[in-house]
């Protein structure tokens, strides 16, 4: 296993301003000098890519059962490749209480999830060509007598804040659908590129301008850039072009928007600094969840850390202007996990 590191422990960024706060005089002001979001504290997962229903799935679960009870989860966020190799095809598939149910049956917390390419598979697993596909994910959301009411997934692409169910959030999630736009094609013209990006990018428009969460956060399964195998939007996997619709959402509508992108898709783990086409938003690749890899060119984006050929997730604490990430790793034969690197943002 790989280690690539810098020294770098904080960071400080801009704080996001957003357009709602100029549209809020139909809510009640806060009292005089209080914090509407002072003393509040998220905290949760973010795994990809762990839907193997192996051995190194449940290793991984297992781990995040003990941080959690250590450090205590709110939720995670499922990065994408729910459902390996192909996904499903009806919500009674057995696979998922075989990669989901089961696997992560001592977590008691929710899983906020979004579609990889290896959920939207047609002629092979992973090409992403079938987008009704992904769709019966969405469905199980619904399904009565589940074995739980962990996966959520109520749309495509969706919104959801944090803490659970305050009125004024610390944080919002925005969860986007990146497989439509990152895929080659698909035969449905619901899923054709550019009209599904124009709709997925108006609906983030309205969302990102009317949120009046501090935080905002975005995740889906492909990144923006990475150094692992699959590279950076509109260069996926060393093609020109690849990937282009996708870079353009990203590009236009969530960077220097949102404070952070978390991804998968590469089955590493990476901490990326801030690029300058994307403004002050930085990147968290985390698809190390149920299979590893190689980083194909660590030096393609600088990182304040990455390491590749492991296991492992984040672990991120958000607390008033703290952004507090930990990366652990977990090892495929023993099941031991280690928190191998610790970083904190501070808002200004």
Known sequence: MAHYCTHLITLTAACVVSAASLAMSDKP???PDIDPVEGKVVRFIAIGDMGTGKDGQYKVAA???????????????????????????STNDIQFEMKFEQPYQNLTFP????????????????D??????????????????????????????????????????????????????????????????LPYRDKQQRWLDVELRDSNAPWKIAFAHHPFISNGKHGNAGMYDGFPGAGVVYYKLLKNHVCDRVDVMIAGHDHDLQWLKPVERCGKTFHIVSGAGGKTRSLKNPNKNAAYWQT?????????????????????????????????????????
């Open 29 to 31: 002001d806060p009292l």
């Open 63 to 89: 781990a995040m059962e003990t941080v959690c009870a250590e450090r205590g989860c709110d939720f995670a966020i499922g990065l994408g490749d729910n459902i390996y190799e192909s996904g499903v095809d």
């Open 111 to 126: 899983f906020y999830m979004t579609l990889g390419n290896h959920d939207n598979s047609w002629l092979i697993g992973g």
């Open 128 to 193: 992403g060509l079938d987008n009704d596909k992904g769709d019966i994910q969405v469905e199980y959301h619904y399904k009565r007598n589940r074995l739980s009411d962990k996966w959520q997934m109520p749309a495509r692409y969706y919104n959801f804040t944090a803490p659970l169910g305050e009125v004024e959030p610390l944080v919002e999630f925005f969860s986007l659908d990146s497989n439509p736009l990152a895929a080659v094609a698909d035969a449905d013209p619901e899923y054709w590129q």
């Open 308 to 348: 590749d050929d492991t296991l492992g997730f984040f672990y991120i604490e958000i607390a008033g202007d703290e952004f507090r990430g930990t990366a652990y790793t977990v090892d495929a034969d023993s099941g031991e996990h280690r928190a191998e690197f610790e970083h904190t943002l501070t808002r200004q």
